[in-house]
């Protein structure tokens, strides 16, 4: 991957004998190695087809309050990438009617503002209003639909991806895999590596290019985005 960049270092060398140019040679293949590993590999991509998906939105009753609470669910995994806990921490004032925002409770007490898509805040609202209704006193947005009702935890978020698996005759995965789907269909369609970081809320750029599968046309495009290379001159912004 590095000579494809013009970035190469002796590989007899020592990390000690490197002047300080060649280290951070050395940071940028590790940090194109950590994007490109898949396709080194030649690894299967862990992300959902679209028969798969649709598969799954398919089983969905969404006359009854457990379809509309799991169609929900499921578009904030495919459509704005979230994480089990953070929909588990949802609450109802997160959710910016007027506005068409959702703050995000992420890892580390950090708070983000997202757009909230239309076919997202659709379906939230078909949930609070016909699913959810006056059956809870809470905050929480997502509750379980067997007594005793009580909020929905990141567990139950995990659960309710498998149950929807079973039901769509697909093999048993969890919210991760639809969260990886979300960030590589953005690649996919011309997001920068940057844009997928902010919409994952990720703190290093390194950890937005491990969710990602790329080919190889895209990983030429990509080379530049990684700030360290385009300080060295070697990849042109």
Request: aromatic residues 4%; contains cysteine.
């Amino acid at each position: 991957v590095g000579q494809q960049f013009g970035l190469t270092v002796d590989p007899a060398a020592r990390v000690g004998d490197l002047s300080v140019g060649e280290r951070q040679r050395v940071e940028i293949l590790k940090a194109l190695y950590r994007g490109a590993r898949i396709l080194i590999l030649d690894e299967p991509t862990a992300v959902l087809t679209p028969q798969e998906s649709e598969a799954l939105f398919d089983t969905l009753d969404q006359r009854s309050p457990k379809g509309l609470r799991d169609r929900a669910i499921l578009l904030l995994l495919t459509g704005l990438g979230l994480r089990a806990c953070e929909i588990a921490g949802l609450r109802l004032d997160d959710i910016g009617w007027r506005t068409g925002s959702l703050r995000i409770r992420g890892k580390g007490d950090r708070v983000d503002e997202l757009p909230l898509p239309d076919e997202v805040g659709h379906a939230l609202e078909d949930y609070v209003l016909h699913g959810r209704g006056g059956r809870v006193q809470g905050e929480e947005v997502f509750w379980t639909v067997i007594d005793p009702v009580q909020p929905l935890s990141a567990n139950g978020v995990c659960g309710t991806i498998r149950q929807i698996c079973v039901k769509a005759g697909v093999e048993k995965f969890g919210p991760h895999r639809l969260r990886h789907t979300f960030a590589t269909g953005m690649l996919a369609s011309g997001a920068t590596l940057q844009e997928v970081q902010g919409l994952l809320r990720h703190a290093h750029l390194r950890t937005t290019a491990n969710y990602t599968k790329v080919d190889k046309n895209r990983l030429t495009a990509l080379a530049p985005e990684w700030p360290a290379a385009a300080s060295l001159g070697r990849c042109p912004r």
